[in-house]
Nanobody, 126 residues
Framework: HVQLVESGGGSVQAGGSLRLSCSAS????????MGWFRQAPGKEREGVAA???????NYADSVKGRFTISKDNAKNTLYLQMNSLKPEDTAMYYC?????????????????????WGQGTQVTVS
């Protein structure tokens, strides 16, 4: 039984920083892609960043240079460090995971390909 639990969201002024955490349990091996997605009211869910078991990362153009995805395998925790936040970053942020074949992660533009999801954590930038 896979469980993903996000934390770290909150309200911050533009230009500020937040670090999101995603505690994972039930992932039976290391061959998973894990990612962060977000969804603003009235908008589709969009991919933010993803990482595979080897530590390779991929980012949406809108967050490159501002956000950093990382993983602590010993703690089974995924992170998203968000710097230089903008009001347009306001959204519910979700952690997701999917079994990876050959270390290739699904395209960030295809959130429906991720099998496991957390409940989300709200980020509000004003």
């Amino acid at each position: 039984h896979v469980q993903l639990v996000e934390s770290g969201g909150g309200s911050v002024q533009a230009g500020g920083s937040l670090r999101l955490s995603c505690s994972a349990s039930g992932l039976t091996d290391d061959h998973y892609c894990m990612g962060w997605f977000r969804q603003a009211p009235g908008k589709e869910r969009e991919g933010v960043a993803a990482t595979n078991s080897a530590g390779s990362t991929n980012y949406a153009d809108s967050v490159k240079g501002r956000f950093t995805i990382s993983k602590d395998n010993a703690k089974n925790t995924l992170y998203l460090q968000m710097n230089s936040l903008k009001p347009e970053d306001t959204a519910m942020y979700y952690c997701a995971a999917v079994s990876s074949t050959g270390g290739v992660c699904p395209h960030l533009g295809r959130p429906w390909t991720y099998a496991y999801w957390g409940q989300g954590t709200q980020v509000t930038v004003s």
